[in-house]
């Protein structure tokens, strides 16, 4: 197993992407440590985690809060005693509208989440790795990290905020032994995709339409690349996007 004793953290891990990474992270061998602010949906990813014989800890938590944050890795580490990988995949979206008719309240929420919130995680996982010299983080921003859609400006700002956050602190610790990266996810069957998918009049064959594969991927194809990444098989690559679309941004 690529990640044996190995300790990962995951944010947003009771349901998606996230539960579907923690889950692939345990079956790689890890300790998985994982939040989200829903505890039965939590308690659920744990059991899931369970049955591939992993250790893990579900701790209930929202990135949005430093004190949260920083108790979420204090624990982790309190737990298993080091850091090794972390997916901040912890993240929101909002109503589909023009961007003169977004709310000001709307921007600031979903800013605190997927832009702050990824910042606040990064920051306290980094403080542990630098003290091992070693780890390994893989940040959840999108294709619209890289493109953009109408409509959710919000939105594409924060995934965008993402890709500059993991560009600059791949810079700061290239020489510290921690490799810092994002993966950007086209459309996936996922609870939130769907929602999107509603707001916009659209179904998932629609969606699997404007992908030059034919079909919307799964979350489980994004939690190997994940895994990938924070794996030694990825050892020399750091600070950059990993487009899992099925060629979207290509087309």
Known sequence: ?????????VTGGASGIGRATAITFGAAGAKVVFSDIRSVEGEETANLIRETGAECLFVKSDVSSEADVRELVQKAIATYGKLDCAFNNAGI?????????QSIEDFDKIMSVNARGLFLCMKYEIQQMLTQGSGAIVNNSSTNGLVALP????YVASK???????RCAALDYAKQGIRINAVNPGPIATDLMAR??????????DLGSMVPMGRIGQATEIAQAVVFLCSDAARYITGQPLAIDGGYTVS
């Open 1 to 9: 197993m690529i990640l044996q004793d190995k300790v990962a953290l």
């Open 160 to 166: 965008h905020a993402v890709m500059g956050l993991t």
């Open 151 to 154: 409509g959710i400006s919000p």
């Open 196 to 205: 999107s998918a509603e707001q916009m009049g659209i179904t998932f064959d």
């Open 93 to 101: 979206d909002l109503a589909v509208k023009p961007l003169h008719e």
